[in-house]
């Protein structure tokens, strides 16, 4: 299972710091257990500052991507001092890519550009697996 978590600055700046850090340990437990359960978590942000992500839950992350011109600041939050010197003059969709295990420093990328609209094919989705068999049981999908 993938969770994807868009927009998690807008989310935990909006919360006081006692849920804060029940977010932030419950983050941490997904990240450092969920791989070997099979279970994965996709962090959406425009800046991944410590103030809002943890450095601990930062670092555990194993892949990170960061598109666009960042600045300075913005690519050593990413990717720690391999993030030191990097500049982004490439096309838009392209950036910096750090792969744990993979990559042995960041590297430039290129994200391929998707001529999609979102909308439209999670709706495909929606109506033709309005019902999925789980372990033995029919659970119907609602939509919102």
């Not at 279970?39 to 425009?46: D, S, Y």
């Not at 892949?63 to 960042?70: D, I, K, P, T, Y």
């Not at 979102?118 to 372990?135: A, C, R, V």
């Amino acid at each position: 299972c993938v969770f994807v978590f868009d927009e998690f600055v807008a989310f935990i700046s909006s919360l006081d710091n006692k849920l804060k850090d029940q977010v932030n340990k419950s983050l941490r437990q997904i990240i450092l257990k969920g791989r070997q359960a099979g279970c994965f978590i996709i962090l959406a942000t425009q800046r991944p500052d410590a103030k809002y992500l943890e450095g601990g839950v930062r670092d555990m992350l194993g892949l990170r991507v960061a598109l666009g011109n960042c600045s300075e600041d913005g690519y050593k939050m990413a990717f720690g001092s391999d993030g030191k010197g990097l500049k982004n003059n490439g096309p838009k969709g392209s950036g910096y890519i750090w792969v744990d295990g993979l990559t042995e420093y960041t590297e430039y990328y290129e994200s391929p550009f998707m001529d999609v609209k979102f909308e439209d094919e999670f709706e495909k989705l929606y109506n033709s697996n309005s019902e999925k068999i789980i372990e033995g049981s029919t659970v119907n999908l609602l939509k919102e």
